[in-house]
Each structure stands twice: as structure tokens, then as C-alpha cells.
């Protein structure tokens, strides 16, 4: 089963990368555990994990108006996996295109 929905590409995660150049995050899904998120990213990536800090936090209200009014909805809560790698090491999210 597939752990990690997507890569965090934001500008947010970017700088954090830039600071601490072994540094990267992941979208995972909820019922993933920080072993599991880790076996993962050394298996697609070909990396040697040393460390996962893992945080939960609820997805945006939505809204849409539609011919029955307007609805609202909360989504999915999701899971954000940062992930420590080895010194040396680096992932590179745009060489899969």
C-alpha cells in the first residue's frame, strides 16, 4: 500500500530545504506511521531516511454555490511528513518528468 500521496513542493518547504539542504517533505496519508513513511521514501527514492517528524492537519472549508444554495464542507484531514535524510543524499522530485 502506498504511503505517499505527493511531494510537498511548496515555497514554505522549499526554503526549508534550502537552510538544511538534507530536508524534505511529504503528503502522506493518515494511518501512516513514521516507519512505514520511512521504508517508503528509501525504497522509491534510493536514500538512507535518519529521521521523520510527522504532523496532522485538517484540509481547508470549501464552499461552492450551486442551484441548491451554497454548501459547505470540510475535507479530508491529511498528514505532512518531514523526512531527515543522510548527509549527502539528496532527493530530486522533477527527474520522474
Known amino acids: 500500500m502506498a504511503f505517499i500521496i505527493k511531494p510537498l513542493v511548496t515555497?514554505?518547504?522549499?526554503?526549508?530545504t534550502d537552510k538544511h539542504?538534507?530536508?524534505y517533505g511529504f503528503i502522506v496519508r493518515p494511518e501512516a506511521n513514521k516507519l512505514q513513511i520511512k521504508q517508503e521514501v528509501e525504497g522509491l527514492y534510493n536514500v538512507t531516511?535518519?529521521?521523520v517528524n510527522?504532523?496532522?492537519?485538517?484540509g481547508k472549508r470549501s464552499s461552492r454555490y450551486?442551484?441548491?444554495?451554497l454548501i459547505k464542507g470540510q475535507k479530508n484531514a491529511?498528514?505532512?511528513?518531514?523526512v531527515t535524510?543522510?548527509?549527502?543524499?539528496?532527493?530530486d522530485f522533477y527527474s520522474n518528468i
Open 66 to 69: 450551486t442551484k441548491a444554495g
Open 11 to 16: 515555497e514554505k518547504q522549499t526554503k526549508i
Open 54 to 58: 510527522t504532523l496532522r492537519y485538517a
Open 21 to 23: 539542504a538534507n530536508r
Open 49 to 51: 531516511v535518519i529521521d
Open 78 to 82: 491529511f498528514k505532512k511528513a518531514i
Open 85 to 91: 535524510v543522510k548527509d549527502g543524499d539528496t532527493i
